[in-house]
């Protein structure tokens, strides 16, 4: 493997700038590398190989004129795939989408190759990102780089597990109650998951709308703000899109953080945590206290009600989002029905995994006719006290911290067949998309078989800049990051 792979994608980027490797042989060396791995690893649902050499080429023409270069300019990345890039497969890891070819690009993609950043390609998911271990794809499990024979985490394994295998520097996820965030920390790198709006969602494939968002994965902190800062922005064809100046959010990561006080997440603290995830995140406290920061407790009471009000309402938004799906503009369709409400049925029966069946069934009986009162309505009051436990708590602390999970990345397999177990990976992530709020996984150790541990910080809304702050304080006080899964 080149050895310029194994750096981060700050380093990547000054490598090219320096004139050390081109832009073209750093993709070129990234394609190498998946294609010694990928056969194992299982990230790529497809590789956008075309696409991202021209890139990689526009970036080397760039440094030849001796033109300045955009922000992480020639540095290789891999994309959720459910993202839309226009001329590329776009499948959401479902077979109803297996054969859709995108017609257009994401807000998130334009922003990307504006940049000049080569997409090598699209990165396996679990099936229209429902799932905690990438287990749910439609065409192939996605491996953890650590140990093969465990899961990457959820839904955005496939982004994750690229980054952590040095098949890419950095990568793009959505997270919708956890989805960037727990990969992270089960594949020792750090996700991020931004305040809700911060990213324009147009052109990503909606699993609910109102807890969607897509974020950065990188190998430092640094990484992770510097791809933000090139994502983030006002767009207009997304209605949620705040309409806000975009933040230089690298330059706050040295700023002092002595005296911040740093709230400890009560409900998170629990007997419910592998002792050696216990272990990693008291390390982590004491190591607040050493950079000076004030250690407060923090109960968020609404907190344990957090996964039955995400399984309501994010099942209610797929089900709604998901009736597009329906073999009759775009995707797979049956072969095989005698009237259009049998195309209809059969379509859906056959193009959707059982995993997403469970959730539309779920949400339709959310939102039914006598039930919805009773299901929906009291999740969005509930949502609502959960935010409210989340503003009270900034009241106290600059920001907050937990176990990213509760455990380490587990078989593939253990908990396949036992869906309230998987749901129930996601308890620590899932509140900071009811509310909104930015949150991010940084690396915090390793447990006894080795596998990586992620320390969560949540910062209020739009704070991202103090959230990368303190993340990037910890970080640097430990070398977690600098050790790379060895493939």
């Not at 915090?444 to 959230?467: C, K, N, S």
Request: hydrophobic share 40%.
């Amino acid at each position: 493997m080149n050895e310029l792979l194994r750096k981060s994608a700050t380093e990547q980027g000054l490598a090219i700038k320096n004139k050390e490797i081109s832009a073209t042989e750093l993709t070129k060396a990234a394609y190498e590398r998946i294609a010694e791995i990928e056969d194992k690893l299982g990230a790529f649902n497809s590789l956008t190989k075309e696409i991202a050499l021209e890139t990689a080429k526009k970036v080397d023409e760039k440094i030849a004129k001796g033109e300045e270069l955009p922000l992480l300019a020639g540095v290789p990345l891999a994309l959720k795939d459910n993202m839309n890039l226009k001329g590329s497969k776009t499948t959401a890891s479902s077979k109803i989408l297996e054969n859709f070819v995108s017609p257009f690009n994401a807000t998130i993609t334009e922003k990307l190759l504006n940049n000049l950043v080569p997409i090598v390609g699209k990165a396996n998911l679990d099936e229209f990102a429902m799932g905690s271990s990438n287990e749910n794809s439609a065409f192939k499990k996605v491996h953890n780089p650590w140990d093969l024979k465990k899961v990457p985490g959820g839904s955005s394994g496939g982004s994750a597990a690229s980054v952590a295998s040095c098949e890419a520097a950095l990568a793009l996820g959505s997270d919708t109650g956890g989805s960037i965030r727990l990969p992270a920390s089960f594949c020792g790198i750090v996700g991020m998951k931004p305040t809700y709006g911060r990213v324009s969602r147009y052109g990503l494939i909606a699993f609910a709308s109102s807890l969607d968002q897509i974020g950065p994965f990188g190998r430092t902190v640094e990484d992770t703000a510097n791809l933000l800062e090139v994502i983030s922005g006002h767009d207009p064809k997304d209605s949620t899109s705040l309409n806000l100046p975009v933040e230089h959010y690298a330059e706050s990561l040295n700023n002092d953080i002595k005296g911040m006080k740093v709230g400890v997440i009560k409900e998170l603290m629990t007997d419910a945590l592998s002792p050696d995830v216990a272990k990693a995140i008291e390390k982590a406290i004491e190591d607040y206290k050493k950079l000076g920061c004030e250690i407060v407790e923090i109960s968020l009471p609404n907190l344990k009600h957090s996964i039955g009000i995400y399984y309501i309402l994010a099942t209610a938004e797929c089900s709604s989002n998901l009736a597009r799906f329906d073999g009759v503009k775009y995707g797979y369709r049956t072969h095989d029905a005698k009237n259009l409400l049998e195309m209809y049925t059969k379509t859906r029966a056959e193009g959707f995994g059982p995993e997403v069946k469970r959730r539309i069934m779920l949400g339709t009986y959310a939102l039914s006719s006598g039930y919805y009162d009773a299901y929906y309505k009291k999740a969005q009051q509930m949502r609502a006290l959960v935010t409210q436990d989340f503003a009270e708590a900034f009241k106290k602390a600059d920001v907050l911290i937990s176990p990213t999970c509760p455990n380490t990345a587990f078989e593939l397999g253990a908990k396949a067949s036992d869906p309230l177990a998987m749901y129930l990976t996601d308890i620590a992530t899932i509140s900071a998309n009811l509310a909104g709020i930015p949150g991010l996984s940084v690396p915090a150790g390793f447990d006894r078989d080795g596998m990586p541990i992620g320390l969560q910080v949540l910062a209020p809304q739009l704070q991202e800049a103090r959230l990368f702050n303190a993340a990037h304080k910890f970080e640097r006080a430990n070398d977690y990051y600098l050790q790379i899964a060895n493939l």
